[in-house]
């Protein structure tokens, strides 16, 4: 009988360990062996908690998109200007925060985001993170502007953020945070000028 208390820290346990597994042999190898082995629990512990590898890997993409979630969250709490553009820069800000562009991280999202265009439960994850990222940034832009250019300057801006991401992710180089940010920024910056013309 598992010990009471014990379900959170073994979730969480399993969640490292197959973020770990993923940055190390991908998503295909990941098997339930393995990321047991690195979690250091019987394969058994993983089917009681999350019954197969598909409940495994969306309990860690869960995680992921949670972790950006409280990261933008924080960030906004911290603000002491409540203009759209700070809060457009604090969205784009997490989108590149460390938790979401270092090796396991970005391993884990490209294969998601493969993985999510064959099953069910991850392409409603995939579509419940994109809505999100899009609402936000559109919710934002409408301070500033009209609503169908708002949407217009959310899609891109949610299209730029993805991209320069991508890009970072697949180069094979420190993913360069800065630059990221500062490209996004300025796709913003030009899309709240339009309204000041």
């Known amino acids: 009988m598992p010990k009471v208390g014990m379900q959170p820290i073994r979730r969480q346990q399993l969640i490292e360990a197959t973020l770990q597994a993923v940055d190390q042999v991908g998503m295909s190898d990941a098997s339930i062996a393995l990321i047991a082995r690195l979690a250091g629990v019987s394969n058994g512990i ?3 908690y999350f019954q197969d590898k598909n409940g495994l890997i969306a309990a860690t993409m869960r995680y992921l998109m949670n972790v950006l979630i409280e990261n933008v969250a ?3 709490q911290a603000l002491d200007d409540s203009s759209a553009r700070a809060h457009l820069q604090v969205i784009i ?3 590149f925060d460390a938790s979401q562009v270092n090796g396991p991280a ?3 999202w ?9 099953q069910p439960s991850l392409h409603r994850l995939q579509r419940i993170n994109d809505h999100r990222l899009y609402s936000n940034l559109c919710c934002q832009f409408r301070r500033e502007m009209p609503v169908e250019q708002a949407r217009n300057a959310a899609r891109g ?8 991401w991508l890009r970072g992710a697949l ?3 420190a993913f360069d945070t800065e ?3 500062r490209i996004a920024c300025e796709y913003m910056d030009m899309q709240l000028a339009k309204q000041q013309d």
């Open 93 to 95: 800000e997490g989108n």
């Open 74 to 76: 924080a960030r906004r």
């Open 106 to 108: 970005m391993k884990t």
């Open 46 to 48: 993983i089917s009681h």
């Open 179 to 181: 630059q990221a940010q």
């Open 171 to 173: 180069s094979g180089d």
């Open 110 to 118: 490209l294969a998601f985001w493969a993985t999510s265009m064959h």
């Open 157 to 164: 801006l949610a299209a730029l953020i993805d991209g320069l």
